[in-house]
């Protein structure tokens, strides 16, 4: 079932001297269920098409359709309510909240949507179970390594019940372990819970284990397969 | 949720949320206090006036008013004064003769207010018998006892048994003159008021200008239990003697209307004193802002998670302006209780400024303040820390809403 729809998205910083087209014309679905990687070299649009997706950037022009509805045509306040209650993310830099602890951390977005604190405490621990860190929720992410901070943050990013999460280079930062580790979690995650990854990489370790491969060069794609 | 986030946000940089602290908390620490000492100081200056000489309440002849001429008397006083003294609020009375005058020594001559004082009645008005710095408060058995204040003792080059001559003009308009034997010296707080003012014995001075003592008076002081009963006393004494009053036998005058400079000195030193700590808030509001939009800078990459994950623009303005008004009151509550402990430390053991007495008795202020404010200022100053720390937020807020989510998230710290 199609979830994403993108129409002829384009994005163009015209900020300086020359125009730069960062997405040119692209027009991509993605299904429910799916664990997709947009790949390509630095500065081919990778990051500029998932934040187009995630609502987080204005298209120059193109429609990004989600579950029939057209992201853009919505008001900016919209927009932002529509991330709260629809899509999950997870960033390179895993920006969790330093003075919150894990559990606080993954309880926050819950707490934006006004969930009851009694679903949040259950929901919490569920997913602090399923990314394998449920004995480390009382700990501060400085007290993490990175690896375990990456599971925090893909907790926080299910904890909203999101329709799909867009994670933008999350295993950048990571070792190998940490990342084949936070992998098979996000795999199992796809499989279990049906939870849609969108990922923007360059990290062959993500590739592998992507079932469809988006290609990007110069804001095209340029390469549409499944793995 | 958000209030938890904003208090261990104050704390994050703990050293430079203390230092913002310590600076608002002794910068109000300083504006607050120097609100009290110079509070201190007006209050003394009106206490040091009411209980020298003038009291809370005074009644003369409204004709006496206009040029101070003694013919113009309060007729049979005493029924006055006893009346006066019915009220539960007056402490004491004092019926006066007062009469301008010249002084005069061998040396030179001044120009002084007499006082004509029934001794021992005066002695419960005010308080010129205790400030006596040499000889004694009348009380000798020479005949025309003087007691005169220490700067115009040094004016006319006079000291204790000299002779001065008071010439003063009778009620009939003549001049004339008698020999007065100083008795005692005093000094006040105030030496404009030593100067100026010259003690004698009811009788010598009504005898000198042919005033029937028994009878007349040119002056009744009132003293009251306490100086905030003056407007209630006031109101009651005109309700009293409403039929003099409109008849106009007696005009009642309290201490603001007899001394308005007093009054004035009080109220613009309060006002001024509430500007100079405006001034310290909004410096101290800089300071807020900078430390605020170095917060936020800090953190651009976690506030572009916030907004990208759906927080709203109305919940991030609220979390800085609640971190904000936290950093701001912490600082606040720690300044107040310090400026509370100073001032109620040194509104009890005073502050000796006799380094600097003759200056400021010129002034006609005590040598030794006694800081003081009420405690509506503690809550009204606290009303204004808590304004600035919103005033303060708007901009490091605004700085943070126009952030772009998309860039913030991948901000290189």
């Known amino acids: ?227 | 949720m958000i209030l938890s986030i904003a208090w261990k946000n104050v704390w994050r940089n703990k050293w430079r949320s203390l230092i913002v602290i310590g600076a608002i908390s002794l910068g109000l620490l300083g504006g607050i206090f120097y609100l009290a000492f110079t509070k201190g100081m007006a209050q003394q200056q009106i206490n040091t006036a009411i209980h020298s000489y003038i009291a809370n309440i005074q009644l003369h002849n409204p004709k006496y008013l206009i040029n101070g001429e003694s013919k113009y008397a309060i007729p049979s006083y005493r029924k006055i004064v006893d009346k006066i003294k019915e009220l539960p609020e007056v402490q004491a009375v004092g019926a006066r003769a007062v009469s301008q005058a010249m002084a005069s020594s061998a040396v030179t001559g001044a120009g002084v207010m007499i006082n004509g004082v029934d001794v021992e009645e005066e002695k419960e008005v005010s308080n010129i018998y205790s400030k006596i710095v040499d000889g004694g408060y009348f009380g000798t058995k020479m005949k025309n006892q003087a007691v005169i204040g220490k700067k115009l003792a040094d004016k006319l080059n006079v000291r204790i048994h000299s002779k001065i001559v008071i010439t003063v003009q009778t009620l009939s308009g003549d001049i004339t003159y008698g020999a007065f034997r100083i008795a005692g010296i005093y000094k006040t707080d105030n030496s404009a008021f030593d100067v100026s003012n010259v003690f004698v014995e009811k009788k010598a001075l009504a005898d000198l200008i042919g005033m029937d003592y028994q009878n007349e008076t040119t002056e009744i002081a009132v003293l009251l239990k306490h100086n905030n009963m003056t407007g209630e006393v006031l109101k009651k004494l005109k309700n009293i003697f409403a039929e003099k009053i409109k008849n106009g036998e007696i005009v009642i005058r309290p201490w603001n209307k007899i001394q308005p400079v007093l009054e004035m000195l009080n109220n613009m030193t309060i006002q001024f004193s509430f500007f100079f700590v405006m001034i310290i808030l909004t410096a101290l509001s800089f300071g807020i802002i900078n430390t605020m939009l170095m917060a936020i800078m800090e953190r651009t990459r976690e506030i572009g998670m916030l907004m990208a994950i759906g927080m709203s623009r109305m919940r991030l303005f609220f979390m800085i302006l609640i971190e904000t008004v936290f950093l701001s009151v912490t600082g606040g509550a720690a300044g107040l209780f310090l400026s509370w402990l100073a001032i109620t430390i040194t509104g009890k053991t005073g502050i000796d400024l006799s380094a600097v007495a003759e200056g400021l008795n010129s002034l006609g202020y005590g040598s030794f303040v006694y800081p003081e404010i009420e405690p509506e200022f503690y809550f009204m100053i606290g009303g204004l820390v808590i304004v600035t720390a919103l005033l303060a937020s708007v901009y490091p807020a605004r700085r943070a809403l126009k952030m772009n989510p998309a860039e913030a998230v991948r901000h290189e710290a």
Do not use: W
């Not at chain 1, 429910?32 to 609502?55: Q, Y």
């Not at chain 1, 359709?65 to 992201?71: K, R, S, T």
């Not at chain 1, 009694?118 to 390594?145: C, F, I, T």
């Not at chain 1, 280079?169 to 372990?177: C, G, R």
């Open chain 1, 1 to 227: 079932m199609e979830i994403i729809k993108t129409v002829n998205l384009q994005k163009t910083y015209a900020e300086s001297a020359v125009p730069v087209r960062a997405v040119n014309d692209i027009s991509v679905s993605f299904d429910a269920g799916e664990f997709t990687a947009i790949v390509g070299p630095s500065g081919c649009g990778k990051t500029t098409l998932l934040n187009l997706i995630g609502g987080l950037d204005n298209p120059t022009s193109g429609e990004v359709i989600i579950d029939g509805m057209n992201l853009y045509s919505l008001k900016p306040k919209e927009i932002t309510d529509f991330r709260l209650k629809n899509i999950g993310f997870v960033f390179q830099a895993y920006n969790l909240i330093p003075v919150l602890s894990a559990k606080e951390n993954v309880e926050f977005i819950m707490n934006l949507q006004g969930v009851p604190k009694k679903e949040r405490d259950e929901r919490v621990e569920k997913l602090l179970e399923q990314v394998g860190l449920k004995d480390q929720m009382n700990r501060r992410p400085g007290e993490l390594s990175g690896g375990q901070q990456q599971r925090i943050a893909v907790a926080r990013a299910l904890a909203a019940n999101p329709k799909f999460v867009l994670a933008d280079e999350p295993t950048a930062n990571l070792d190998s372990a940490s990342t084949n580790n936070l992998l098979d979690i996000m795999l199992k995650l796809n499989e279990t819970e049906n939870t849609t990854f969108i990922f923007a990489t360059h990290d062959s370790r993500v590739m592998k284990k992507a079932r469809r491969l988006i290609e990007l060069d110069d804001g095209k794609v340029i390469a549409d397969k499944t793995n």
